[in-house]
């Protein structure tokens, strides 16, 4: 299975240069003062970057969701009981949580897999992914084995295979997993090198005691296992989560399809970090949602040097923010195929001459 993570990693391409220029030639062509469309022209030039082609539509966009069970709740770090993982991973297919209704309303796909929820259920609509129910506790021993870990990786990469496959233009990352904030946290330390006290918040809402717990559970944790930073299936065995590393398998498996992949808050930040590292040509078909409110989500997002394109102080998760990102990149795509050209607009634009000399000194 690592051989095959391998494989696909070494086959992703960096973006496409050559498309890139066309389209901030496309960009000056039009009918606009330069720049005027800030970050949806960059938008533009990255999709790009990714399709190698100019003029980009994105018709089907499909929300995965990654569920899975963490052990590490034992420890008294997360504020919400374990069985709402199960609750809301069923409700997720019903378009009754809060991405799911998003999804829902804007016509967006979800697709709900089950990596590790600590129950056995039926769901018709819910993905039987299952590797095991739910990660050991990592405050006590390592999370998962290494080969585990590699599973989930590469069952990321399949449903992002399935997504091309099925014609789905673009794909966004959530998750469901209980207990998560600590495991990406924990995560996020290894790989930033940070200390807990920088990587972690409340999560849905710790009182100061639990609150304290969780980042004394996430350093003793690290400093148990020691896992190995340049190593990330090391990492995630150790102190992650299956739902995280399934989610680093959507990203890979999604730049390898050269298909844009969207990231929503910190579960989903620290996965796309695992993706990068594992391969970092894929930092350049990662687009962001909202800045999260969590804390970790700066670290991890400077880092990747990703600046969000939303600020909404959400931090719900489940790839929330991805169904709101979903029409900012259509908005991307609508302004490069739908406006006019000066020459099509009939309009001389000898004008801009000055502009264009000091559109860098515009702000």
């Not at 690290?222 to 959507?250: E, F, T, Y």
């Not at 844009?260 to 970090?273: H, K, Q, R």
């Amino acid at each position: 299975m690592e051989s095959k993570i391998m494989e696909i990693a070494k086959a992703v391409r960096p973006l496409d240069g050559k498309a890139m220029e066309k389209a901030k030639k496309r960009q000056a062509e039009l009918a606009k003062p330069p720049g005027s469309l800030g970050k949806l022209e960059e938008i533009s030039i990255q999709l790009a970057g990714i399709t190698g082609k100019v003029i980009n539509e994105m018709k089907r966009s499909r929300l995965i969701v990654l569920a899975a069970d963490n052990g590490v709740v034992a420890e008294g770090v997360a504020a919400t009981p374990q069985s709402v993982t199960l609750a809301q991973t069923i409700n997720l297919t019903r378009g009754i949580t809060g991405a799911s209704a998003l999804a829902k309303y804007f016509g967006d796909e979800v697709v709900v897999a089950d990596v590790g929820v600590n129950a056995s259920f039926h769901c018709p609509e819910v993905l039987d992914r299952k590797i095991m129910l739910g990660t050991r506790n990592l405050a006590r021993e390592p999370a998962m084995t290494r080969e585990q870990a590699a599973k989930a990786v590469y069952t990321g990469i399949e449903l992002a295979l399935d997504a091309r496959r099925d014609g789905v233009d673009i794909v966004g990352v959530g998750e469901m997993g209980i207990g998560n904030t600590t495991t990406s946290a924990a995560v996020l330390s290894v790989l930033l090198g940070l200390p807990a006290e920088e990587t972690t918040g409340r999560g849905s809402g710790l009182d100061d005691e639990a609150f304290a717990k969780k980042k004394r559970v996430i350093d003793s944790a690290i400093a148990l296992h020691k896992p190995d930073r340049n190593d990330v299936l090391d990492v995630l065995s150790k102190v992650g989560g299956l739902d995280m590393a399934a989610m680093a398998g959507v990203y890979l498996g999604a730049a390898y399809c050269s298909m844009p992949v969207v990231a929503d808050g910190l579960i989903s930040v620290a996965a796309a970090l695992c993706a990068v590292r594992l391969c970092p040509n894929v930092r350049g078909y990662i687009i962001p949602s909202h800045a999260s409110y969590e804390k970790g989500y700066s670290a991890a997002a400077k880092e990747l040097g990703l600046e969000p394109y939303l600020k909404l102080d959400m931090r719900l998760g489940e790839g929330s923010g991805c169904p709101i990102a979903f029409r900012i990149v259509e908005a991307a795509c609508a302004v490069m195929s739908g406006m006019a050209t000066f020459a099509e607009a009939e309009i001389n634009d000898d004008y801009l001459a000055d502009i264009r000399g000091n559109e860098d000194k515009r702000f």
